[in-house]
């Protein structure tokens, strides 16, 4: 799929075991953007709370060779307020926001049970329950980072209720 909109916006992903997801966006932004690399106008910035993780998505990141990549490690729940650059001013007037975020928040992983059916023997009820608020932590913030009209992907691999439907009612 290659759609041009990709082009020229900027991405905010919450990672969670993921530098493929990083990868992909990468290629659909430049691939949908102009002839060369360097002159893409879209950007993405992929946090991941664990360093060896934020590491491991660096050096796979390297074999893209792009300006438009940075990488974060920072509590998503905690994400800091991105000021634009020029003049410091009051108020929101220099705030950052995103165009897009991807929130691929932690969870139990029960959507992974037909290919780790060990995973089914220790599930419980309360493993989607312990995890439910970080993920609306990490949800509220996305909210905050996101630009009015913006868009925002929650993604878990959970089939848990609690985990899932919960956000939408």
């Known amino acids: 799929m290659c759609c041009s ?9 919450f990672l969670n075991f993921s530098g493929s997801k990083t990868s992909q966006l990468l290629e659909l932004l430049y691939r949908s953007g102009s002839k060369a690399k360097q002159f893409a106008e879209g950007g993405v910035v992929a946090n991941d709370v664990d360093t060896s ?50 929130a691929d928040v932690p969870c139990t992983g029960d959507g992974a049970i037909r290919k780790i059916p060990q995973k089914w023997a220790k599930w419980t009820p309360r493993d989607g329950i312990s995890l439910h608020g970080l993920q609306l932590q990490i949800l509220m913030r996305a909210v905050q980072l996101a630009k009015v ?14 985990e899932v439907k919960i956000f939408w009612e």
């Open 149 to 162: 009209g913006g868009l925002i992907l929650y993604s878990t691999c959970s089939i848990n209720p609690i």
């Open 5 to 13: 909109w990709y082009s020229h916006f900027i991405f905010l992903l």
């Open 53 to 102: 993780r934020a590491n491991m998505l660096i050096h796979q990141l390297q074999r893209i060779s792009t300006a438009g990549m940075m990488v974060v490690n920072h509590h998503a729940q905690y994400f800091p307020t991105l000021k634009a650059e020029g003049e410091a001013s009051l108020g929101d007037t220099n705030r950052f926001y995103f165009d897009k975020i991807l």
